[in-house]
Nanobody, 126 residues
Framework: QVKLRESGGGSVQTGGSLRLVCAKS???????MGWFRQTPQKDREWVGH???????????YYADSVKGRFTLSQDDDENILFLQMNSLKPEDTGMYVC?????????????????WGQGAQVTVSS
């Protein structure tokens, strides 16, 4: 089981930027890792993820609602995932929860995820 530890988030006004960080324990194979966000009004919504590891190229995937504004990146050791969030909107408000699955391509669906971070609140005011 991979352990995830999140940091970042906070409160900004519309148009501002925030960064989320998710550190994972080392994993040697191919995997996917990313974020979902949740509000009291909505179920957990996929934000974006990477398919990475195993010595193969890293691929990034984003929800249409964040494409062009949010960017995923990793540190050189591939143990830390960053989500840079720019041009934030009030509808981006929510609890952002980091997720990991030990296979690529499985991070679209929250019901498949077993390894979760503790969550980080993002609040965007108008």
């Amino acid at each position: 089981q991979v352990k995830l530890r999140e940091s970042g988030g906070g409160s900004v006004q519309t148009g501002g930027s925030l960064r989320l960080v998710c550190a994972k324990s080392p994993y040697s194979g191919r995997y996917c890792m990313g974020w979902f966000r949740q509000t009291p009004q909505k179920d957990r919504e996929w934000v974006g993820h990477i398919d990475a590891g195993g010595g193969l190229p890293t691929y990034q995937y984003y929800a249409d609602s964040v494409k062009g504004r949010f960017t995923l990146s990793q540190d050189d050791d591939e143990n830390i995932l960053f989500l840079q969030m720019n041009s934030l909107k009030p509808e981006d408000t929510g609890m952002y929860v980091c997720a990991f699955y030990p296979r690529p391509g499985y991070c679209y669906t929250p019901t498949l995820i077993e390894d979760w971070g503790q969550g980080a609140q993002v609040t965007v005011s108008s």
